[in-house]
């Protein structure tokens, strides 16, 4: 996982073609309504310009389905992107083509051009060799800042590499791979892991993957209810994958017979509904009524998960705890984001990953304290796998 980064390459003078993540939210009127992915790739953009480089930027936005859909324009992004560098940034009218190849010449050093939408093109998302070396011919350098689709071999990620070259990691990517790589290759113990949300179906690979590196994990979200079931317990009405239960139970056995201390909640707070308004009630996991259902880990499980979580050197965490976008069955969630934050304030290493996981901490306040979250959903989610992503095998080692 040693890629070359920005800091490697010389900028002066050459074109730098950069994929970034600027698949920004935009309502009705096509207005930004957060503007945080184009913030978070300043530092990169800023480096690049300020050490002389002429800057050619490319992005997906939304789901185009491989033709141009005036609506899903990068331009509202060119602007805003022109605001928080104070220069004008040229706004290309594709991404591939003769007028754009004049425009990508024309620039001079320390300017800046944002192709438009890759995904006007088909080619893009199909990887395409022909297109990847169409882009690639843009830039005399490459930089990869979008870690969010570096799970994805697109021809803007991946294809791309084949045909310019150096081929490097941007500093958001380089951060991604620091703290999320270096917690599952070198982990300083204790190394403790945090399993949560909606389905057991969707992190069997994570789970598995976390099992040969950590010294505990910690089991919440839906999920803990298909273990349950598998270990005879009635659920109620909470969540059950009943096609998972034998896998559920090969993973328990997995745990016992590897000496993985595998935890599993003892409280859970149960509700008569999926609803704010719903009558809950705190009760032990071995005695769920019957037309209940678990929508949160329970005061005892938070002290408990707490205490684990103040002891590690290492956290990652993936999954929220119970559903935290009600208010009744946020506070698992919110405890184990305050716990991590704590654990981080006496020296610990604390990651999450995940899209739903990342808002619960953003939403609880808590964001400085963590030492790094990632930008990906889908993307630290395999990379917790143990898969390679090929936007990141791609770069130069
Ligand atoms: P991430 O995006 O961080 O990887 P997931 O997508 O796997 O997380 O899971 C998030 C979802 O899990 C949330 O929408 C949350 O409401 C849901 N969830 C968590 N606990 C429960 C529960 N006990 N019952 C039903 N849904 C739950
Ligand atoms: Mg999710």
């Known amino acids: 996982m040693h890629k070359k980064t920005l800091s490697d390459i010389t900028c002066k003078g050459n074109r730098v073609l950069m994929r970034v993540d600027f698949n920004v939210p935009l309502d009705d009127q096509g207005n930004i309504t957060n503007d945080k992915r184009i913030v978070e790739a300043l530092p990169s953009i800023r480096k690049i310009v300020e050490s002389g480089g002429r800057l050619i930027l490319m992005s997906h936005l939304g789901r185009p389905k491989g033709k141009p859909v005036a609506e899903l324009s990068l331009a509202p992004v060119a602007k805003r992107l022109s605001e928080l560098l104070d220069t004008q940034v040229v706004m290309a009218e594709d991404c591939i083509g003769t007028g754009v190849m004049q425009q990508a010449l024309a620039l001079q050093d320390g300017e800046v051009m944002l192709l438009e939408n890759l995904r006007f093109h088909p080619e893009e998302e199909k990887n395409d060799p022909e297109f990847a070396k169409e882009l690639a011919s843009l830039g005399e350098a490459y930089v990869n800042d979008a870690f969010g689709t570096a799970h994805r071999a697109h021809a803007s990620t991946e294809g791309i590499c084949h045909f310019v070259q150096p081929s490097v990691a941007g500093f958001l990517i380089e951060k991604e791979l620091k703290y999320l790589g270096r917690a ?52 109620g009405k909470s969540l059950v994958e009943e096609d998972k239960l034998e896998l559920a139970s090969r993973l328990l056995k997995k745990a016992e017979d590897n000496n993985i201390r595998l935890l599993l909640p003892t409280d859970v707070v149960a509700a008569t509904e999926f609803s704010a308004e719903a009558e809950t009630r705190t009760v032990d996991v071995a005695s769920i009524p019957g037309d209940m259902m678990g929508l949160d ?33 946020a506070k698992g969630t ?36 963590i030492t790094h979250i990632s930008t990906g959903g889908g993307a630290s989610l395999e990379f917790l796998e143990g898969k390679k992503l090929p936007g990141i095998s791609a770069l130069n080692d």
């Open 334 to 369: 919110i405890a184990i984001a305050r716990a991590l934050a704590d654990a981080t304030a006496k020296g610990a290493i604390s990651v999450v990953g995940g899209g739903d996981s990342a808002a619960a901490v953003m939403q609880a306040g808590l964001a400085s304290g």
């Open 297 to 329: 880990i329970g005061p005892k499980t938070i002290d408990l998960y707490s205490r684990e979580i103040l002891q590690a050197k290492t956290v990652v965490w993936n999954g929220p705890m119970g559903v935290f976008e009600l208010e009744p069955f």
């Open 184 to 235: 599952l290759q070198n982990p300083e113990r204790p190394f403790v892991a945090i399993l949560g949300g909606a389905k057991i179906s969707g992190k069997i690979d994570v789970l598995e993957n976390l099992f040969g590196k950590v010294d505990a994990v910690l089991v919440g979200g839906a999920m803990i209810f298909t273990f349950f079931r598998a270990m005879g317990y009635d659920t």
